[in-house]
């Protein structure tokens, strides 16, 4: 008996994390915002990059899911736009979009842009939902 249970947990423990229908979907990737801005002068702009990273072979952002990121500053921070879209990517026809998100800063202290992820993230057997939130510090000087 203890012998299956070994068995089952060694197969279970080498399926893809992918695997069936997509249950562990957000396992399947990273946000990062590497390239972001960290410090800024009052002033001055700066940029807050998004991206989500594929962790598996196969995995990937979905084109036809509706792709919304709604962004948030902090007040001493100014974005000229707060929702972004896909067509808004550095390059809207790559597989994993990334997004630059230009800022300016307003006033001194600790700032933050918060951003508010939707899209799909899909294998080639499951598509699944997501929603996430990144936020970014930024020391304005």
């Not at 695997?19 to 800024?40: E, F, H, P, Q, W």
């Not at 998004?50 to 919304?68: A, M, Q, S, T, Y």
């Not at 998100?101 to 294998?123: D, E, T, W, Y």
Request: glycine share 6%; net charge positive; charged share 25%.
């Amino acid at each position: 008996m203890v012998r299956i249970a070994l068995a089952a947990l060694a197969v279970a423990l080498a399926l893809p994390a992918h695997a069936g229908d997509g249950t562990n979907a957000a396992s399947t990737y990273k946000v990062v915002t590497d390239g972001s801005s960290r410090t800024l002068e009052v002033g001055k702009k700066g940029k807050v990059v998004v991206d989500v990273v594929p962790l598996e072979k196969g995995i990937h952002v979905n084109r036809e899911f509706p792709l919304k990121y709604k962004v948030t500053p902090s007040a001493g921070l100014a974005v000229d736009k707060v929702e972004w879209k896909r067509e808004d990517a550095v390059d809207a026809k790559a597989e994993n979009p990334s997004f630059e998100i230009p800022v300016r800063a307003l006033a001194k202290g600790s700032q933050q842009v918060s951003v508010h992820m939707r899209f799909a993230i899909c294998s080639e057997s499951w598509c699944v939902p997501q929603t996430k939130t990144v936020t970014v510090v930024i020391d304005v000087k």
